[in-house]
C-alpha cells in the first residue's frame, strides 16, 4: 500500500509541471494572438509609407522613423482638437454612465415598488432594437434642439444605457441588505446610503462599466460621422477617416492617428484593470 500510495504520488506530481506547461503555452499562444494587431498598429505607424504596402510585408519595422507622425501633424491641423474632442466625450459620457446607470441599477436591485420587474424587463427588451433604427428619430431631435455640428448631439443622446443599468442592477443585487440596514439605523438618508454604501461597494462592477463605456464611445464612428460637419468639431475616428482621399489612401498616415489614438484606451484599461478583474471575479453579471 505504501509503494503504491509513493507511485501515485509520483505520478501525480509528473504530470503537474506538465499540466502548468500546457496551461502557460495556451496563455502565450493566445497573447500573442490578441495583441498582434496592436502591435501591427504601431509597426506600421513607424515604417515608411512605401514600405506599408510591400508584399510580403516586414514583420519588423525596417528603416522606422518618425516620418508619418510630422506629416500628419502637417496635413491634419486639427488632429489635436479631435483628441480633444474625443476625450471630452469619452470622459463626459463615462462619468455620467457611472453615475445614472448605477443608481438606475439601485433602484432596480434593491428599491421596491410596484412594477419594477415588468419595467426592469420593459427597458431589457430595448437591446433587441437595433441601434440603427434609432439613427433618424435621433437626427430629428438633435436638428430641432439645434445641436447639429455641436459635440453635446454625441454626449445627450448616451448620457445612459440599458446594459450599464443590467450589469449594475445584477452586481448590487449581490450587496448584503444588511449594510444597508445598518446605515440607515445609524441615522444615514436615502441618498447617503447610495454614496456612502452602494457606490464604494460597487468600485469593481463600475470599473468595468467605465471601461466598456470609454472605450466604446471614444471609438464610436457613425453617430459623429452624422451629426458633426466641421472638421474642428470632429472626433478622433471621424478625423482619422477623413484622412483618407477618394482614389488613394496613404496608409502611414492613418496608422500613425491610429497609434495616436488607441493610446489613451490603453492608458484608460491600465488604470481600471484591476477594478475590471474584480468585477469579473466577483460576478459582475451573476443571475
Known amino acids: 500500500m505504501a509503494a503504491q500510495s509513493m507511485s501515485t504520488r509520483s505520478v501525480q506530481n509528473s504530470g503537474i509541471p506538465w499540466m502548468q506547461i500546457l496551461a502557460w503555452t495556451v496563455l502565450i499562444v493566445t497573447t500573442f494572438i490578441s495583441l498582434w494587431p496592436m502591435y501591427w498598429l504601431f509597426v506600421t505607424a513607424i515604417t515608411p509609407t512605401q514600405q506599408t504596402i510591400k508584399t510580403p510585408p516586414d514583420l519588423f ?10 506629416r500628419l501633424f502637417s496635413q491634419a491641423r486639427d488632429y489635436w482638437r479631435w483628441f480633444a474632442n474625443s476625450l471630452i466625450i469619452g470622459l463626459t459620457v463615462t462619468l455620467f454612465h457611472i453615475f445614472f446607470d448605477t443608481l438606475a441599477g439601485y433602484a432596480f436591485a434593491k428599491k421596491r415598488f410596484p412594477g419594477r420587474n415588468i419595467l426592469f424587463w420593459i427597458i431589457l427588451s430595448t437591446l433587441m432594437i437595433p441601434a440603427h433604427v434609432t439613427l433618424v428619430p435621433m437626427y430629428i431631435v438633435t436638428r430641432n434642439l439645434g445641436l447639429i455640428d455641436n459635440i453635446l448631439a454625441v454626449i445627450l443622446p448616451a448620457t445612459a444605457s440599458v446594459f450599464g443599468i443590467f450589469l449594475m442592477r445584477q452586481y448590487i443585487q449581490t450587496l448584503p441588505s444588511e449594510l444597508e440596514d445598518a446605515a440607515r439605523i445609524d441615522g444615514c438618508s436615502e441618498p447617503g446610503v447610495f454614496w456612502r454604501v452602494i457606490l464604494p461597494l460597487s468600485k469593481p462592477a463600475i470599473g468595468a462599466l467605465a471601461i466598456f ?12 460621422l452624422i451629426v458633426l460637419q466641421k472638421s474642428q468639431n470632429y472626433t478622433l475616428p471621424v478625423g482619422v477617416a477623413s484622412l483618407q482621399d477618394e482614389f488613394s ?3 502611414g498616415i492613418i496608422f500613425a492617428g491610429a497609434a495616436l489614438a488607441a ?3 490603453i492608458v484608460f484599461f491600465l488604470a481600471f484593470q484591476r477594478y475590471f478583474l474584480e468585477g469579473v471575479r466577483m460576478g459582475a453579471v451573476k443571475g
Open 249 to 251: 489612401t496613404d496608409y
Open 263 to 265: 493610446l489613451p484606451m
Open 213 to 224: 463605456t470609454f472605450v466604446r464611445h471614444w471609438n464610436d464612428f457613425l453617430w459623429p
Open 61 to 70: 519595422p525596417v528603416n522606422a522613423s518618425l516620418e508619418n507622425f510630422v
